[in-house]
């Protein structure tokens, strides 16, 4: 590679997860001289194997050593892991003395001093529904024939792609901790897709949290995109970008489930349709796609809220790159949704099984609860909590929710939600211990009858009872088919 202002340069990697290393592979073959601190021997061991003596290792143990450390060292910048908070003495310590960037905005700037400067960056961030817009959207572009890929917070590294620079659009999604240390990135379109108070225990509050999110638009070449029902993104836009920056208004494109005015991507019956990239925006409304053709993500006829929010979002980011309606439409076709996203795993003596693992917090909880017909849900809720409150979740999912089952070390956050805003919803604790999700699917299978659903949206990281949210899903999806072979009535599989 040619020589770039990392060649040479003194630079700190502070932790050492799939980003992490991949940012400490990338700045060594750039020629710089890194050095790897993570507190955590496990994943200084992983980055040893694979890394090799290409950088240097921090071998001081826990995060105030290390912070110690990194800080007396001298980089000239460090590259700081969307795993390590603030408040973490790894974070705190060096920045004084250097700037603190993230691996988003090493990619950005590696893809500026490389030269592949027209590969096109469409962004992606929100509280719930970021892969599947990242995913759909992806498909969309390779569909077409663009030389594009998913990465960020989904898929490959971004600096991994960005070093190559052998594509021409990138489908990013990006979570709040990787936009926190991210400053010059230029957008070619991006979506706020949605916000609920999330990740308080890494951000220090709601109004940082938000604060992080936004800066999705900062930057943006050719289109802003804002759900019309999302009030926060919305609000956010208009003041902060359209009036105090002067964001022309014009690159502002709404995305809306119902009939769209001008400027807008929407739904007419049941079409999908663009008026904000056509050439007769105020005629003429161009056909995406339809109902139909989502209908094998849904299995239903008509799209549950959250998927039709997050197809308007992925097509309009493809319609901002260029992207024909028709390319848009196989695309949607073309697309599977990724494990552990609203996937029905089946139905079983007339009771249906849907695995939401990635339902991580109240947002994605509440849109899992949505298109569930009034006390039809069993569900199962709890874990680790990320510092969230769950009255206003309960108060408002309270008319879908026949009886619920609570899984988690902590249930106080729950319990005391449901005592106050549940008032008659039966609540389950199912204790820690050996075959928990086997106790668990026992227990809400007691509770449903033909024609209910049992619903796992933990509304909660996995991390107390389980490695991950996969890992949780995936027993869900066993246990539930295990118990339905055994069950009478037979089986009928889900998608």
């Known amino acids: 590679m040619k020589d770039t202002q990392f060649s040479g340069a003194s630079i700190g990697v502070l932790g050492l997860g799939k980003s992490g290393r991949a940012a400490a592979d ?14 955590n021997p496990d994943a200084l061991q992983q980055a040893r194997e694979e ?9 001081a143990t826990g995060e105030q050593l290390q912070g110690e450390a990194a800080a007396a060292k001298g980089h000239k910048l460090f590259i700081v892991s969307p795993g390590i908070a603030p408040h973490n003495p790894l974070y705190r310590l060096p920045e004084a003395s250097a700037p603190m960037w993230s691996e988003v905005e090493l990619a950005w700037q590696i893809q500026e001093a490389i030269g ?13 529904g970021k892969t599947t817009t990242t995913g759909m959207l992806a498909q969309m572009l390779i569909t077409g024939g663009v030389v594009a890929t998913a990465v960020g917070n989904y898929g490959t590294p971004i600096v991994q792609v960005a070093a190559e ?18 400053y010059s990135l230029k957008p070619w379109a991006s979506v706020w897709l949605n916000f609920a108070p999330d990740h308080i225990d890494w951000h220090g509050s709601a109004d940082e949290y938000a604060w992080d999110k936004s800066k999705v638009y900062c930057g943006v070449q050719r289109a802003a995109l804002y759900p019309a029902t999302e009030e926060l993104p919305t609000k956010v836009l208009s003041k902060r970008f359209v009036q105090e920056q002067g964001f022309p208004v014009e690159k502002c494109i709404g995305l809306t489930p119902g009939i769209p005015t001008p400027g807008f991507l929407g739904v007419i019956e049941d079409v999908i349709v663009d008026r904000a990239f056509g ?59 990724a494990n552990h996203r609203r996937a029905v795993v089946g139905t079983f003596g007339g009771v249906t099984y849907i695995d939401d693992s990635k339902a991580t917090n109240t947002h994605a909880a509440a849109a899992s609860l949505r298109d569930i017909a009034d006390k039809r849900a069993v569900w199962i809720v709890g874990g680790d909590a990320k510092g969230q409150d769950f009255h206003s979740l309960v108060q408002a999912v309270a008319p879908k929710v026949k009886a619920a089952v609570l899984i988690g070390l902590d249930p106080e956050p729950f319990e005391s939600a449901f005592a106050e805003n549940g008032a008659g919803i039966p609540v ?29 949206a933990p509304a909660c990281a996995s991390w107390d009872q389980f490695n991950n949210y996969h890992e949780r899903g995936d027993q869900f999806a066993q246990v539930a088919r295990r118990l339905g072979e055994n069950q009478d009535g037979g089986e009928e599989q889900g998608s």
């Open 279 to 337: 050439e007769n925006n105020e005629t003429q409304a161009l056909e995406l796609a339809t109902f139909a053709d989502l209908e094998h993500l849904s299995g239903a006829k008509t799209p549950t809220s959250a998927l039709l929010a997050d197809t308007l979002a992925a097509a309009g980011l493809a319609r901002s790159y260029g992207l024909q309606p028709v390319w848009v439409r196989r695309g949607i076709r073309e697309f599977e949704l």
């Open 428 to 456: 389950k604790r199912v204790a820690p211990g050996d075959n928990l999700m086997e106790r668990t699917l026992n227990e809400a299978r007691a509770l449903a009858v033909s024609g209910d659903t049992v619903l796992l």
């Open 51 to 59: 890394l090799g003596d290409r950088v240097d290792y921090c071998a």
């Open 116 to 128: 592949n400067r027209n590969c096109k960056w469409l962004c992606i961030t929100g509280t719930n």
């Open 165 to 182: 620079g052998a594509v021409d659009a990138l489908a990013v999604e990006l979570s709040s901790a990787q936009l926190h240390s991210t």
């Open 26 to 39: 990338v700045l060594a073959a750039l020629g710089a001289h890194v050095t790897c601190y993570d507190a």
